[in-house]
Antibody, heavy 121, light 113 residues
């Protein structure tokens, strides 16, 4: 059974940093692209970042480029999102989501329950 | 960026009736060499993460009831629920995965009339 468990969310002041983690199990982690998708309170879904299975390709939405860094540790089946220079508009539930195919361009077939990030003074 | 626009924003349908949600992309998401539309539909119930329903515009994800179907190509797509059940109350999102950023539609809230 595929499981994705996010951690690391919390309250942080504007300009601060947080590191989200996603522990994956139930599938061959290194074979699939992984994604971070966020959802601001009461709002829709926003794709944030993706990383290829082999960690050689990383993609970001424009609003987080230069501030967020996606990474993965295939030896530990773990996905990370380092978030720096956080802004109020980054406040959201952050979901870890598995790509459904080995290629980069695929939908997300499994999602974690999400971790809430609140940026506020 | 490819902009995804769903219609309507909300929809109320009687139990057992058909529900139809539309999504239009600002540019084609059809990869012609593969003849595949890089397009998906998701369902999100309150307090839950999204669930993949349809991918490649018309392929139903494993375990998804056959009352859900997807159609369309290029820039215009439709999600149809043939006979609405109470458990289908949710927000539905379309998404393109043709190019980065993988954009979502704004969502359509489906309720029971």
């Amino acid at each position: 059974e595929v499981q994705l468990l996010e951690s690391g969310g919390g309250l942080v002041q504007p300009g601060g940093s947080l590191r989200l983690s996603c522990a994956a199990s139930g599938f061959t982690f290194s074979s699939y692209a992984m994604n971070w998708v966020r959802q601001a309170p009461g709002k829709g879904l926003e794709w944030v970042s993706s990383i290829s299975g082999g960690d050689d390709r990383r993609f970001y939405t424009d609003s987080v480029k230069g501030r967020f860094t996606i990474s993965r540790d295939n030896s530990k089946n773990t996905l990370h999102l380092q978030m720096d220079s956080l802004r109020a508009e980054d406040t959201a539930v952050y979901y870890c989501a598995k790509g459904s195919l080995s290629s980069d361009y695929s939908p997300a077939d499994y999602w974690g329950q999400g971790t809430l990030v609140t940026v506020s003074s | 960026d490819i902009v995804m626009t769903q219609s309507p924003d909300s929809l109320a349908v009687s139990l057992g009736e058909r529900a139809t949600i539309n999504c239009k992309s600002s540019q084609s998401v059809l990869y012609t060499s593969e003849n595949k539309n890089y397009f998906a539909w998701y369902q999100q119930k309150p307090g839950q993460p999204p669930k993949l329903l349809i991918y490649w515009a018309s392929t139903r994800e494993s375990g998804v009831p056959d009352r859900f179907s997807g159609s369309g190509s290029g820039t215009d797509f439709t999600l149809t629920i043939s006979s609405l059940q109470a458990e289908d109350v949710a927000v539905y999102y379309c998404q393109q995965y043709y190019s980065v950023p993988y954009t979502f539609g704004q969502g359509t809230k489906l309720e029971i009339k």
